[in-house]
């Protein structure tokens, strides 16, 4: 059987708010194998991107188990839940959060000299290089069109060679023709890399290309269902 490399056992998120107590996630089990690609779709407010901040330790579960890579997230410090997840985890966001006095290259390098990686700059170029931009390594994040600026934040993602990569809407800042790109990038990434990987998007088309799909409504999954697993486009 394929390693679980995550699985949430009855995964609840409850905050606090002026009008009381507010449940966000109710009751979640999951579990995703390494390897495959996971879609996350629902409404807005439905709590996917709650579910995706709990499975990659940014958020803590109120109760339920949380293991993800090996790891109990639920026992972890903040310190251990960092190092974890600079480890194993790779985000892309909808917002592709560069630092805008920095180069592409010296994005991408950050978070693995903040890891005190010796070859930090060296494996920098490599994963923009693997995502089309090694004529860009020096330009500014204003000097990138939206889609190289997903593509650099993609690049810093893969840059500490994750097992799992989870992407959060990574088209909802692009166009249509930019998005598809980014979208046929994942995935080609995901097979060449054999990473785990999960979409959270609002996009039921998208979600389709994953080989699951789950839908999320009122903090609970209402559903699950397969998807179409569409080749990538060269």
């Known amino acids: ?24 996630l109710r009751g979640i089990d999951l579990e995703v194998s390494a390897g495959e690609t ?8 439905s709590g996917k991107s709650t579910l995706l901040m709990i499975m990659t330790g940014l958020e803590k579960a109120s109760s339920g188990g949380v293991h993800v890579a090996g790891h109990d997230f639920t026992a972890l410090s903040e310190d251990s ?19 805008p006095t920095m180069t ?57 060679d994750p097992k799992l990569i989870f992407a959060d ?7 249509a023709k930019n998005g598809e790109q980014i979208i046929d ?7 060449r890399l054999q990473t785990t990987l999960v979409l959270v998007t609002h996009d039921e088309s998208l979600a389709g290309r994953c080989e699951r799909i789950i839908h999320l409504d ?3 999954i209402a559903s699950e269902t397969a998807g179409h697993v569409l080749e990538p486009a060269e």
């Open 185 to 191: 990038l994942l995935f080609n990434l995901h097979q």
């Open 104 to 160: 592409a290259l010296e994005n991408v390098a950050l978070p693995l000299e903040f890891s005190e990686k010796a070859d930090a700059r060296q494996r920098a170029e490599e994963v923009l290089q693997l995502v089309g931009l090694s004529h860009r390594l020096d330009h500014f994040p204003s000097q990138l069109s939206g889609g190289e600026q997903q593509r650099v934040a993609i690049a810093r993602a893969l840059a500490p």
């Open 1 to 24: 059987m394929p390693e679980k490399i995550i699985d949430l056992k009855d995964v609840h998120l409850s905050l606090q708010s002026r009008a009381g107590q507010v449940h966000i």
């Open 38 to 45: 996971l879609g996350i779709v629902g409404p807005s407010g």
């Open 169 to 175: 809407e990574p088209t909802g800042n692009l166009d």
């Open 81 to 99: 839940l960092a190092r974890a997840r600079g480890e194993n985890i790779g985000i892309v966001f909808q917002s592709f959060h560069l630092v």
């Open 218 to 220: 009122d903090g609970r």
